[in-house]
């Protein structure tokens, strides 16, 4: 089942990010990871964004939580290893992570006008 939900994630991810081209012209379409920790971490590049994608890594050994600036361990989204959360964003919105604990890696995909 996570597997089948990480792709409905990243299928869900790729019809948002055609249809800001169809509208926006989307020209850009930046992946990464970031290494999160116990204090939060900005992911990906606000400037612009459509949409993003942020997968925990699935060797994780904690949860991340994400949410816009001043997001907490126990506030905003929680993410389980492998797991994976698309959303639609305002332009400029900043996106932030926080790991529960140690170090986690944070994978991401945006859509960018």
Same mark, same amino acid.
């Given at each position: $089942? =996570?597997?089948?939900?990480?792709? @409905?994630?990243?299928?869900?991810?790729? #019809? $948002?990010?055609?249809?800001?081209?169809?509208?926006?012209?989307? &020209?850009?379409?930046?992946?990464?990871?970031?290494?999160?920790?116990?204090?939060?971490?900005?992911?990906?590049?606000?400037?612009?964004?459509?949409? #993003?994608? #942020? =997968?925990?890594?699935?060797?994780?050994?904690?949860? !991340?939580?994400?949410? !816009? %600036?001043?997001? *907490?361990?126990? %506030?905003?989204?929680? /993410?389980?290893?492998? &797991?994976?959360? *698309?959303?639609? %964003?305002?332009?400029? /919105? !900043? #996106?932030?992570?926080?790991?529960?604990?140690? *170090? &986690?890696?944070?994978?991401? @995909?945006?859509?960018?006008?």
């Amino acid at each position: $089942m =996570k597997i089948l939900a990480v792709l @409905w994630a990243f299928f869900c991810a790729g #019809i $948002m990010c055609l249809a800001a081209y169809s509208v926006g012209h989307t &020209q850009q379409r930046p992946t990464g990871q970031v290494s999160v920790t116990t204090s939060a971490v900005s992911i990906g590049t606000a400037t612009s964004r459509l949409a #993003i994608t #942020i =997968k925990n890594d699935d060797d994780s050994t904690a949860k !991340v939580h994400c949410g !816009v %600036t001043g997001v *907490t361990a126990s %506030t905003g989204f929680e /993410l389980g290893a492998g &797991q994976a959360y *698309t959303a639609e %964003t305002f332009a400029d /919105l !900043v #996106i932030q992570c926080i790991a529960a604990s140690g *170090t &986690q890696t944070v994978h991401f @995909w945006e859509a960018r006008r």
